[in-house]
């Protein structure tokens, strides 16, 4: 009968697959809605918390190339009504020098696609091993991450000045995935109750970034006294041949102007603005704001300055040492901010992977609770040992594990989405920076303070490097295997 048992049970029954993927395209599509959201709310964010961006970096680069073009010294060009000129490395005059064919708008513009390009690629490389252990799609990830990290300080005033943080950005993070790409397993002797796997970083191409980051501009090269002091050394000599081969290599080409940088310009600190001014958030213009001079207290910002180094670098070797080279290279980059006499707010890319590093370490913690749990339980554990029982833990146990990580990393991101160092902008010597009292000061300073904070205290993950290229360690596997 049509409508009996036999009815149902033919090739008719296969309208169940359409309905199938009608479920997997309806999760794709509000996915996509989703990501659609994200990038409208960034719009919103940049409109509401950002400030009027015309390029104006890229304006003072380009008029200084278009200058250098046409026969003149590079570093003695000044922009109209005011008074900056180029102060970057001649190797990073160079590199813009083809921007001089194009109108300063369009060269923006180019600028602003390929930082947004490179930060995707950055994103790419530091949430894949995340979303591949969570068994998010990679895609849907990183479409929510670029428009929610676009609208941070940083990002927005690096594509809206035009500058040039995100392409160094990804230039050293390209050096981290070199480095962990050529992660091996260690010798098949090695002790079972030893590490599981041993690392030997040596990437062929590490330290190639970090020197092309070094000859553009000098922050960088504290990349190289990390990879110098945890023995990483290929890629520290790498980093430095570049950096010395690229900047020689200009030299020839360009003499009076390699001459002039690095005999005059580079000592000349007054060519990019006063130590105090509120949107240098380093530990100098820090100090000078808190004492309310335009110059910054040279003893002690080379005290609390050299202190400061030390504990971001021991960390960061801490960090890599425990397994967590992301952790490590972020806190070099947070140290680099903190010390560098002008840290202007945009150069702070260095946050992106700190509030990364504060979202995994919540996720991880809240996962080896639900592990704890498990076997915390009052019967014994499938696989364990007999008669063995542990004491039964809180229900609500798993889900307040992590949570201070978890606060910390929104509470970091709502820091600089809004970034409350405009609402208490003042400028010596016509407006105090105590004009609004101490809660205004702390606010001036908000993004500097938490540099200094998350140099003290960023938590790295031990064991977080074997996840990021795809090695599974299936330590349960190995040990039942071993039995």
């Given at each position: 009968?049509?409508?009996?048992?036999?009815?149902?049970?033919?090739?008719?029954?296969?309208?169940?697959?359409?309905?199938?993927?009608?479920?997997?395209?309806?999760?794709?599509?509000?996915?996509?809605?989703?990501?659609?959201?994200?990038?409208?709310?960034?719009?919103?964010?940049?409109?509401?918390?950002?400030?009027?961006?015309?390029?104006?970096?890229?304006?003072?680069?380009?008029?200084?190339?278009v200058w250098w073009a046409t026969g003149h010294e590079l570093y003695d060009f000044i922009a109209p009504a005011t008074t900056l000129g180029f102060t970057y490395p001649p190797f990073a005059g160079l590199?813009?020098?083809?921007?001089?064919?194009?109108?300063?708008?369009?060269?923006?513009?180019?600028?602003?696609?390929?930082?947004?390009?490179?930060?995707?690629?950055?994103?790419?490389?530091?949430?894949?091993?995340?979303?591949?252990?969570?068994?998010?799609?990679?895609?849907?990830?990183?479409?929510?991450?670029?428009?929610?990290?676009?609208?941070?300080?940083?990002?927005?005033?690096?594509?809206?000045?035009?500058?040039?943080?995100?392409?160094?950005?990804?230039?050293?993070?390209?050096?981290?995935?070199?480095?962990?790409?050529?992660?091996?397993?260690?010798?098949?002797?090695?002790?079972?109750?030893?590490?599981?796997?041993?690392?030997?970083?040596?990437?062929?191409?590490?330290?190639?970034?970090?020197?092309?980051?070094?000859?553009?501009?000098?922050?960088?090269?504290?990349?190289?006294?990390?990879?110098?002091?945890?023995?990483?050394?290929?890629?520290?000599?790498?980093?430095?041949?570049?950096?010395?081969?690229?900047?020689?290599?200009?030299?020839?080409?360009?003499?009076?102007?390699?001459?002039?940088?690095?005999?005059?310009?580079?000592?000349?600190?007054?060519?990019?603005?006063?130590?105090?001014?509120?949107?240098?958030?380093?530990?100098?213009?820090?100090?000078?704001?808190?004492?309310?001079?335009?110059?910054?207290?040279?003893?002690?910002?080379?005290?609390?300055?050299?202190?400061?180094?030390?504990?971001?670098?021991?960390?960061?070797?801490?960090?890599?040492?425990?397994?967590?080279?992301?952790?490590?290279?972020?806190?070099?980059?947070?140290?680099?901010?903190?010390?560098?006499?002008?840290?202007?707010?945009?150069?702070?890319?260095?946050?992106?992977?700190?509030?990364?590093?504060?979202?995994?370490?919540?996720?991880?913690?809240?996962?080896?609770?639900?592990?704890?749990?498990?076997?915390?339980?009052?019967?014994?554990?499938?696989?364990?040992?007999?008669?063995?029982?542990?004491?039964?833990?809180?229900?609500?146990?798993?889900?307040?594990?992590?949570?201070?990580?978890?606060?910390?990393?929104?509470?970091?991101?709502?820091?600089?989405?809004?970034?409350?160092?405009?609402?208490?902008?003042?400028?010596?010597?016509?407006?105090?920076?105590?004009?609004?009292?101490?809660?205004?000061?702390?606010?001036?300073?908000?993004?500097?303070?938490?540099?200094?904070?998350?140099?003290?205290?960023?938590?790295?993950r031990p064991g977080a490097d074997p996840a990021f290229y795809d090695q599974r360690l299936a330590r349960p596997a190995q040990l039942a295997a071993r039995r």
């Amino acid at each position: 009968m049509p409508g009996g048992e036999e009815g149902r049970s033919g090739p008719d029954r296969l309208p169940p697959l359409p309905r199938v993927t009608d479920r997997v395209d309806r999760t794709v599509l509000v996915r996509l809605g989703i990501v659609v959201a994200a990038a409208y709310a960034a719009w919103l964010a940049i409109g509401a918390f950002g400030r009027p961006y015309t390029f104006f970096d890229m304006r003072i680069y380009h008029g200084a190339v278009v200058w250098w073009a046409t026969g003149h010294e590079l570093y003695d060009f000044i922009a109209p009504a005011t008074t900056l000129g180029f102060t970057y490395p001649p190797f990073a005059g160079l590199l813009m020098l083809p921007m001089a064919r194009v109108p300063v708008a369009l060269a923006g513009w180019i600028n602003a696609l390929v930082s947004v390009v490179a930060l995707t690629a950055v994103l790419i490389a530091l949430l894949r091993p995340i979303v591949a252990r969570l068994g998010w799609p990679l895609w849907f990830s990183v479409g929510v991450a670029v428009p929610m990290a676009v609208a941070i300080e940083p990002v927005r005033e690096t594509l809206g000045y035009g500058q040039v943080n995100l392409i160094l950005f990804a230039l050293i993070t390209a050096d981290l995935v070199g480095l962990r790409r050529r992660c091996r397993r260690g010798p098949r002797h090695a002790p079972t109750d030893g590490p599981l796997v041993r690392f030997v970083l040596s990437g062929t191409w590490a330290g190639v970034g970090i020197g092309l980051a070094t000859a553009i501009k000098l922050t960088p090269a504290l990349f190289v006294a990390y990879l110098l002091i945890t023995r990483q050394w290929r890629a520290a000599a790498t980093a430095v041949g570049t950096a010395i081969g690229v900047t020689v290599g200009t030299f020839l080409l360009f003499g009076a102007e390699s001459r002039a940088y690095f005999s005059e310009v580079l000592w000349q600190t007054e060519r990019v603005g006063a130590a105090d001014m509120t949107a240098n958030q380093s530990l100098a213009g820090l100090l000078a704001r808190l004492y309310d001079t335009i110059e910054t207290p040279g003893l002690l910002w080379v005290s609390f300055a050299m202190l400061l180094l030390a504990l971001g670098l021991s960390r960061a070797a801490a960090a890599r040492a425990d397994g967590d080279e992301l952790t490590a290279f972020t806190l070099v980059g947070l140290t680099a901010n903190v010390i560098s006499p002008i840290s202007w707010s945009h150069h702070l890319v260095w946050v992106i992977p700190a509030i990364i590093v504060l979202a995994d370490a919540a996720v991880r913690r809240r996962e080896a609770s639900r592990g704890l749990v498990a076997r915390a339980a009052p019967h014994p554990v499938e696989g364990g040992l007999p008669g063995v029982t542990g004491l039964r833990s809180p229900i609500w146990y798993p889900t307040l594990t992590g949570l201070r990580h978890a606060v910390a990393a929104v509470v970091l991101y709502l820091i600089f989405l809004v970034s409350p160092i405009w609402w208490y902008e003042h400028q010596l010597p016509e407006v105090s920076h105590y004009q609004d009292g101490l809660f205004g000061a702390l606010m001036e300073n908000s993004l500097a303070i938490a540099l200094i904070a998350l140099v003290a205290a960023l938590p790295w993950r031990p064991g977080a490097d074997p996840a990021f290229y795809d090695q599974r360690l299936a330590r349960p596997a190995q040990l039942a295997a071993r039995r």
